[in-house]
């Protein structure tokens, strides 16, 4: 039998998000019985990140690289120690209060995300492109008074302060720099227990409401020493770098957890375009890349423009890995992309395969101290080579900020990921296909009913459905199905304008790249709309062309 996780004393005063943890008795079953997750019950991850090195002598290592900048493992702990100071001293941040986070890959943005954890805070960090409206949600969910954000992206945080939102207050990087810079460099880190809460981790489901996925400090170390570890072997001579954000739990294991937590070091890219990724793989020669397929795929005619010759380890996550990507990838770098499937409620990748390992085609086999099976809908175990419901258990796992669908997503201790899954007799696992309303374009997570809210409000949208659209770029492309208003007219402008006005209302990744004008939509004799009837069109169209 597993054995239960330690826990410890919280160090939280303020025990919001504790207390609104679901209840035990809907968490999934955890397995903690390996011996690289033998922790303690009183741990701050802050500390294992940065000052661990520190006392080991290793402060002087980089830890941090930009085209302009390199810190050290000292000079983030230092940074982080004295930002943590404001928090407190400044700011009145209590052990478990919230702090949201709004940056681009910056060493700000870290530096910041490290001072919210060494105070006993918890992190909520969010992604540059989110609209004030999505942020103050956000907000109002996780009951959120302190935001930092970067100067470059105050225009929709300061809208956030309006209304029933309970932010009051919001500083800026420089502001925070200036306050720091009076600070000490020294900090006693909060003794937060192994489960204390240490990030609320936002994801949006099929009906576009966000869910705030909790994770404790044990967590994002255990995903460090399984995956980071056993997956995807590296030491500290190693660089890191990638395009996903910080915000998401991919870029944060990728680009900051699992390089710390060995004494290697990240570079950070704030607008990660092939040729920015390229280049920085050349100029600090990374040997370890995190990005999505349509990434890999546009480098692919780029790379000989660049000095790749340092990557060992490059891993695609975020969608669906196409074979004829991992093909070509390997033919032109003699690399095998490691392939992953992960989610905000777990953390990170949860199966996997690296080196000979790999099967083309197959995302792997469960990562280290994991477990995966594969389920019908009656939660009956399906033999290999059916198809059925993905359901994954580990030392991570689901626990929703209060939301009843908690009980969706974890059902008789497993995690069902919402995905499609057929397992071989050699115990590989094949991604089959999504099986909620998702659409994965890019690597970014797409809820249709989101898009759709949007465009409803304009006037000239009488009704609407979004689909994910086959794209050979992006994987998928948001397809909406528009019926106009009566008042409205047809005309040639009219997509771009519904474009736009979606990419002003939320982040503008999410608007529909094709739009399509119809009489009716597909329904049910209740009134829901057939969006699978829609996607099938899609498919039947693209494999047609």
Known sequence: MPRNPPTGKTAHVDTFVRDHLPPLSTWPELLYDVPELDYPAQVNVAAELLDAHLDAGRGERPAVRTDTELWSYRELTERANRIARVLLEDF???????????????????????????????VVATMPLLRSHELTVIAQKARIELALCDDRLMEEMEACTEGDSPLRQIATFADLERLAAKKSADFENVETAIDDPVLIAFTSGTTGTPKGCVHFHRDILASADTFSKKTLPCDENDVFTGSPPLAFTFGFGMLAAFPLRIGASTALVEKPSPEAILETCARHGVSVLATAPTAYRTMLPRLADFDVSKLRHCVSAGETLPLPTSEAWRDATGLRLIDGIGATELFHIFISA????????????????????????????????EVGRLAVKGPTGCRYLDDARQTSYVRNGWNFTGDAYMKDEDGFYWFQARADDMIISAGYNISGPEVEE???????????????????????????????????????????????????????????????????????ETGKVQRFKLRQLEIERKAAT
């Open 454 to 524: 949007a465009l409803l409000a304009h006037d000239a949208v009488a009704d609407c459905a979004c689909v994910a659209s086959p794209d050979a770029e992006r994987g998928n492309v948001v397809k909406a199905f528009v019926v106009l208003s009566a008042e409205a007219h047809a005309h040639d402008e009219l997509a771009r304008e519904l474009q736009d006005f979606v990419k002003a209302r939320i982040a503008p990744y999410k608007y529909p790249r094709a739009i399509e004008l119809v009489d009716t939509l597909p329904r049910t």
């Open 354 to 385: 690296v080196g000979e390992d790999i099967r083309p085609g197959a995302t792997g086999k469960p990562v280290y101290g994991y477990e995966a099976k594969i389920f019908d809908d009656d939660l009956g175990e399906l033999p290999p080579g």
């Open 92 to 122: 009145g941040v209590v052990p478990g209060n919230r702090v949201l986070l709004r940056g681009p890959n910056h060493p700000m943005m870290l530096a910041c995300w490290m001072a919210v954890a060494k105070a006993g805070g918890v």
